[in-house]
């Protein structure tokens, strides 16, 4: 089972969300908390939006040190995000182009050819 644990007011609030039922639990200075928050719309699109921002924290700090390492010091953020998605935006090119060919395959080889990346 994978959970989520948000920390909430300096540690006196967590909730524990499983990442596949999203059932959630909630503690209060550690003891369970009787809350529910079954149907609870709001509740969960604000914690989504939690773990998105994380996520996109940790994306950008990744980035931000890969940058340093990479000799991009001298870079803005901006400047490090916008060459990463411009690289990005490559990827998804290739991928394109990628998809194109073995489209093309199939069809020359009336579908009898798999192509795997």
């Not at 089972?1 to 909730?15: L, N, P, R």
């Not at 890969?66 to 090119?93: D, P, W």
Request: glycine share 6%; hydrophobic share 35%; net charge negative.
């Amino acid at each position: 089972m994978t959970e989520t644990t948000f920390h909430f007011d300096g540690g006196k609030y967590t909730i524990v969300r499983d990442d596949i039922t999203f059932a959630t639990e909630a503690y209060r200075y550690g003891e369970p908390w009787d809350r529910s928050f079954v149907g609870d719309k709001l509740f969960h699109a604000m914690l989504n939006e939690i773990e998105d921002l994380k996520e996109y924290k940790s994306w950008y700090d990744e980035a931000i040190e890969a940058s340093n390492k990479a000799g991009f010091a001298c870079m803005t953020a901006a400047e490090v995000i916008h060459y990463q998605e411009s690289e990005i935006e490559r990827l998804r090119e290739y991928e394109k182009a990628y998809r194109e060919l073995v489209e093309t395959v199939n069809k020359v080889s009336g579908g009898y050819t798999r192509v795997d990346a």
